[in-house]
């Protein structure tokens, strides 16, 4: 479903993604891992078109996205749910009224279809009976489970998750991590999951990516990465200051 090919970008003359080349399989959850400035978040701003690439191409079923026009883009885009770190919730609304507004903003319901779909998604991420509330009474987790509910809310070919566990205790991110593996069993959506969580990936990914100088440096599933040979990779999920990558 999507393909990035040869992509490359620089800001200020520092190569950030250097001829990177990946697939993201349909259906499946793939977790991009990397450090901190790595690239990730810039990857993941190309996928869905906030920015364009020096060169490469973004296939998304096979159309390069950036030969699009705004409007071709904008209606690629309604295929995309996209979960932000701090969960992106508009603090004026109640939990109710910020899953419901891409609702609002993108079909014309009625108020009871409105209710209807709100509801089950709440229920679905485990937030039934909060909706009333602000993003303010609600803890770091809730506020990513609203998060996820409003990115559910029009059934999303894609979903992307950038840094989901971020900033949430071991318990609330395993909560976090089988609330993704739950609603990909039920919604069957290609998830791009963007993380530092480790063992998060490799419970969450049917695949795991490594981005490293720019580029892939390894692709495979979670059984193929505990066992890589690479000491790029054997450093970064073991977390030791010894190693090639510079601290």
Sequence with gaps: ??????????????KVLDNLNIEFGDKQITVVIGRSGG?????????IGLMKPDSGKVLIGGIDINALKKKELNEIR???????????????LTVFENVAFPLRRHLKLSEKEIKDKVFSVLEDVGLKGQDNKMPS??????????????????????????EPTTGLDP???????????????????????????????????DIIAMLYGGSIIEYGTPEEFKNSNNPVVKQFISGSMEGPILI
């Design 1 to 14: 479903m999507i393909i990035l090919e040869g992509l490359s970008k620089s800001f200020n003359g520092v």
């Design 171 to 205: 318990v609330m991110s395993d909560v976090i991590n089988n609330l993704i593996i739950s609603m990909h069993n039920k919604f069957k959506f290609t998830g791009i999951i963007i993380s530092h969580d480790i063992s998060g990936a490799f419970k969450t990914g």
């Design 78 to 92: 309604k295929k995309f749910g996209m979960v932000f770190q701090d969960g992106a919730l508009l603090d004026s």
């Design 137 to 162: 009474e609600i803890s770091g987790g809730m506020r990513k489970r609203v998060g996820v509910a409003r990115a559910l809310i029009l059934n999303p070919e894609i979903m992307l998750f950038d």
């Design 39 to 47: 690239g990730k978040s810039v990857m993941l701003k190309h996928i």
